[in-house]
T-cell receptor, first 113, second 112 residues
């Protein structure tokens, strides 16, 4: 099946710094990727839809200037958490769509001190 | 707007017992329906999905789910639970496999 990777798998940063998370489709091309956030013991919440070559579509309540998404190629989407704060600590999961199905990455655990 | 409800936050079953996890969806048209499993600190693994056709869907690891339009439900079942099935289970729906919405999840504990 299709494989999606995320890098890094875990990151710890200081408050005020920016963190970039990469999402790659390893064996297929994805014009559309999705970014989710999952707080401890909670469900996944869709943050934004990333479209190759165009601007991302953000869900209501998600700050687009804080969560910068770039989908520069058919196999890579990046999420940059700018000026991270402790409340941004979460598990970030991406998915990529292929042949009508979404494939999920393993997630990135972000801890902001 | 579409939504997914998983009424049970936590379920405990004995190893070898049968399992049913409930899921209800709310949407005007029949959505695509999915069940995922997540182990602690891990990503999501797809157990099974329903797009159309046969309403009883077979998945991996011995799981199955039945789509019931009249009840707007897509419950997950397994006849005999193994200790390794302990995890968090998420039901999800999407319209045309875009914009996936997840239920709150059901945590499964398996007693020896």
């Amino acid at each position: 099946g299709a494989v999606v990777s995320q890098h890094p798998s875990r990151v710890i940063c200081k408050s005020g710094t920016s963190v970039k998370i990469e999402c790659r489709s390893l064996d297929f091309q994805a014009t559309t990727m999705f970014w989710y956030r999952q707080f401890p013991k909670q469900s996944l919440m869709l943050m934004a839809t990333s479209n190759e070559g165009s601007k991302a579509t953000y869900e209501q309540g998600v700050e687009k200037d804080k969560f910068l998404i770039n989908h520069a190629s058919l196999t890579l989407s990046t999420l940059t958490v700018t000026s991270a704060h402790p409340e941004d600590s979460s598990f970030y999961i991406c998915s990529a769509r292929s042949l009508g199905e979404q494939f999920f990455g393993p997630g990135t655990r972000l801890t902001v001190l | 707007a579409q939504s997914v409800t998983q009424p049970d936050i936590h379920i405990t079953v004995s190893e070898g017992a049968s399992l049913e996890l409930r899921c209800n969806y709310s949407y005007g048209a029949t959505p695509y329906l999915f069940w995922y499993v997540q182990s602690p600190g891990q990503g999501l693994q797809l157990l099974l999905k329903y797009f159309s056709g046969d309403t009883l869907v077979q998945g991996i690891k011995g799981f199955e789910a039945e789509f019931k339009r009249s009840q707007s439900s897509f419950n997950l079942r397994k006849p005999s639970v193994h200790w390794s099935d302990a995890a968090e289970y998420f039901c999800a729906s999407s319209y045309n496999n875009n914009d996936m919405r997840f239920g709150a999840g059901t945590r499964l504990t398996v007693k020896p």
